[in-house]
């Protein structure tokens, strides 16, 4: 059964940052592309980044861009996103989501909540 | 960027109605669509992916169609466990993108 479970969710202050990391099970994880999904509270889905399962293509929403990074560890199963210069408006859940062209799969998400 | 149009943003309905809800895209995408139950605190369930087939273990009063830019996702008849807000989603280009989805209440 494939599994994703998220990590690393928080509270944290304006412009701070935070990594969130996903550990992935029950598939071959090296050969699935993944994904970053969020959704802020009471709001509908909103894709955030992808990563293709060797790394070699990262693509990012525009109103992240300069400020995630997506990565991968295929030794270990892992996926991450590291945040930087958060915003208020970056409240949400984050959900770890395996999909390209295939069958998508969805973590239970990660609170990231950024206040004062 | 494709744009996920979907309608109506709101639905109410009474028990064994038929209920049908679209997604439109602002261009092309194949049969490169999922569509997603989402129950309140939950994450996302799929319910159809590649437009039309049938994600296993979701009941049959389920069922999709569409390809190109017009789909649609129909529940033949409404349950009380149904009430959702149901998400579309293409996966043809990135950036990948969601319509903004339909609430379904019980009438």
């Known amino acids: 059964e494939v599994q994703l479970v998220e990590s690393g969710g928080g509270l944290v202050q304006p412009g701070g940052s935070l990594r969130l990391s996903c550990t992935a099970s029950g598939f071959t994880f090296s050969t699935y592309s993944m994904n970053w999904v969020r959704q802020a509270p009471g709001e509908g889905l909103e894709w955030v980044s992808y990563?293709?399962?060797?790394?070699?293509?990262?693509h990012y929403a525009d109103f992240v861009k300069g400020r995630f990074t997506i990565s991968r560890d295929n030794a270990k199963n892992s996926l991450y996103l590291q945040m930087t210069s958060l915003r208020a408006e970056d409240t949400a859940v984050f959900y770890c989501?395996?999909?390209?062209?295939?069958?998508?799969?969805w973590g239970q998400g990660t609170l990231v909540t950024v206040s004062s | 960027d494709i744009q996920m149009t979907q309608s109506p943003s709101s639905l109410s309905a009474s028990v064994g109605d038929r209920v049908t809800i679209t997604c439109q895209a602002s261009q092309d995408i194949s049969n490169y669509l999922n569509w997603y139950q989402q129950k309140p605190g939950k994450a996302p369930k799929l319910l159809i992916y590649d437009a039309s087939n049938l994600e296993t273990g979701v009941p049959s009063r389920f069922s999709g169609s569409g390809s190109g830019t017009n789909f649609t996702v129909t529940i033949s008849s409404l349950q009380p466990e149904d009430i959702a807000t149901y998400f579309c989603?293409?996966?043809?280009?990135?950036?990948?993108?969601f319509g903004q989805g339909t609430k379904l209440e019980i009438k």
């Open positions: 989603q293409q996966f043809d280009n990135l950036p990948y993108s």
């Open positions: 989501v395996r999909g390209g062209y295939d069958t998508w799969r």
């Open positions: 990563i293709s399962s060797a790394s070699t293509s990262k």
